[in-house]
């Protein structure tokens, strides 16, 4: 899957520093989890989706707080499940590639959805539709990019580690 162009997400706080003079802001980097950054790669089909939900799953819960997971999970797999649905409906023979990417670190977990689909606007059914304002109020951040390479969805969520269910 073509990655090119891809936006990179910060990870780190803004701070300023008082210095002779006036003011240097730093964008100082988060601690990086220990876990590597889950990356999986599949073909955009219903039994695909599932495994995915089920890795970022048993990828997240090792330290996440249990209803942080269920949220984050239930979001990864509504924006997988939409590729799955939507994203290569106008293409002819076999689905094309879906992938899920992850990044931990102490304080929030970065995710991207990507497909190399078309994307496809609302269909009018008043029972559906409801996918991405899920996405945005379970996240903290949802950005959608639209190209006619694909479509690329990103959440940016908080982890309270504090939280009951977090070691």
């Known amino acids: 899957m073509d990655t090119a162009g891809s936006t990179e997400w910060p990870t780190g706080d803004l701070s300023s520093q008082p210095v002779r003079g006036g003011t240097v802001w730093v964008m100082s980097r988060l601690r990086e989890d220990t876990r590597p950054p889950l990356f999986v790669e599949v073909m955009a089909t219903e039994r695909n989706a599932s495994q995915l939900r089920r890795q970022f799953h048993d990828w997240l819960t090792l330290d996440v707080p249990t209803d942080t997971v269920n949220d984050l999970v239930l979001v990864v797999y509504?924006?997988?499940?939409?590729?799955?649905?939507?994203?290569?409906?106008?293409?002819?023979?076999?689905?094309?590639?879906?992938?899920?990417?992850?990044?931990?670190?102490?304080?929030?977990?970065?995710?991207?959805?990507?497909?190399?689909?078309?994307?496809?606007?609302?269909?009018?059914?008043?029972?559906?539709?409801?996918?991405?304002?899920?996405?945005?109020?379970?996240?903290?951040?949802?950005?959608?990019?639209r190209t006619h390479r694909g479509t690329v969805v990103r959440f940016r969520a908080q982890i309270d580690a504090s939280a009951p269910g977090s070691t």
Request: proline share 6%; charged share 25%.
């Open 78 to 145: 509504e924006a997988v499940a939409n590729a799955v649905e939507h994203a290569y409906v106008d293409h002819t023979g076999a689905p094309g590639p879906l992938r899920l990417e992850a990044h931990r670190t102490d304080a929030q977990v970065l995710i991207t959805v990507a497909d190399e689909g078309s994307w496809r606007g609302p269909i009018g059914d008043r029972f559906r539709g409801n996918g991405i304002p899920l996405m945005r109020n379970l996240t903290r951040e949802v950005r959608i990019e």
